[in-house]
């Protein structure tokens, strides 16, 4: 078992003080948007008191990694453990399956773009699912809305039909997917027409700030759209998602193709040790439409708020098929059995977030406090106690 130190990420959206916290280190006024644990080569954790990137210390111990593992994924961790905590809107994005992954990286190479271009859409060839699961409320759009609900919404904001009309009228004939996609893109461009539409759901919205319900839900997320990201017309394609709210322990999913941003709030992610994300709006980075729509899934669906699993005392496990990753909250107490940490033939790495954790091989004992990680090989079986909460990843093999 090896401690780890991760790499916070200093991007504008997140809190200067939520994760400086959690990790028991002093804020120091910049934001603090996330905390990554694994080998991507954006962000490479260490260990050995920070000396060793874990991606070497893996190539160095064969064995810390199954066979099985390395066939599927080669000598590297197939995840990413983050902490993410957001005070405002990330971008619109969506993320590629494997197969559109592979042949989007594939073109770009072809096209010689570098690694770094800023106008690159696919910067590997792995897909990105991934989970958030909520430490504290959290806020997130996830996936496209009933059409004919998102219509009910701008009506009950009092937004006018006639100058909504031109670009939403598809979703009031029509149904199905296409619609959706039709309306969307038609959504990211801003003209004279959409500037309207934008200025009278915005003025609308106003009105409505202070209603109970969904009308002042959807009202105060449009205010708050337009207080980050004034004049950018996917807002409009924004409203059009569901807006969920997530308390603590529970958790999102989010699959190829599912347009999403998350909001506001502190969580845990597991995600796919990939960097492809391609944007449609709410961000100043690059966004390519065509790109972009090729991948977006536009069949309307409610979300699915996960709960975890019970599989052991103090162990839970969050329900995923992806094999790149799998994810568990531990949840050991004085009062429960000592058990076998789960994961067992696989690399895992363990986050503290409250408490301390114990973990138990033959006569060594590791314990780790709030906001401390660790590395535990595939070769490894240590048994777990103490009085925490943690998170453990896992290739989902």
Known sequence: MQPLTGVVKHYDWGSPDVIPTLLRHPDDGTPWAEYWLGTHAAGTATVVDGDTPLDVW??????????A?????????????????????LSLQAHPSRSEAQAGFDAEQARGL????????????????EMLVALTPFEALNGFRDPAHTLAL???????????RPTLGPLRYRDGSAALAEVFLDCL?????????????????????DDDGEAGRFARLAVTLDEFHPDDPSLLAALMLNHVQLAPGQALHLGPGVLHSYLRGTGVEIMASSDNVLRAGLTSK???HAALAAIVDFRPAAPAILKPRRQAPGVLRYPSDDPEFALWRLEPSPGTPSVALPGRGR??????????????EGDATTELLQG??????????????????????????
């Open 154 to 164: 701008f009506d009950a904001i009092g937004a006018d039909e006639e100058v909504m």
């Open 286 to 288: 690059h966004v390519d």
């Open 189 to 209: 461009t801003l003209d004279g027409t959409r500037r309207a539409m934008l200025n009278e759901v915005l003025a609308s919205a106003v009105k409505h700030v």
């Open 114 to 129: 570098a690694p770094d271009d800023p106008d690159r859409n696919f910067r590997d060839d792995w897909p990105r699912p």
């Open 372 to 397: 401390e990680s660790a590395f535990i090989g595939a070769d490894e079986s240590p048994q777990l106690d103490g009085d925490a909460n943690a998170f453990l990843a896992a290739p989902g093999l």
């Open 347 to 360: 690399a895992r790495v363990v986050l503290v977030t409250d408490g301390h954790l114990l973990l138990t």
């Open 58 to 67: 893996l190539a160095a111990h064969p064995k810390s990694v199954s066979r």
């Open 69 to 89: 593992e390395r066939d599927a994924f080669g000598p590297t961790l197939p995840f990413l453990l983050k902490l993410l905590s957001a005070d405002q809107p």
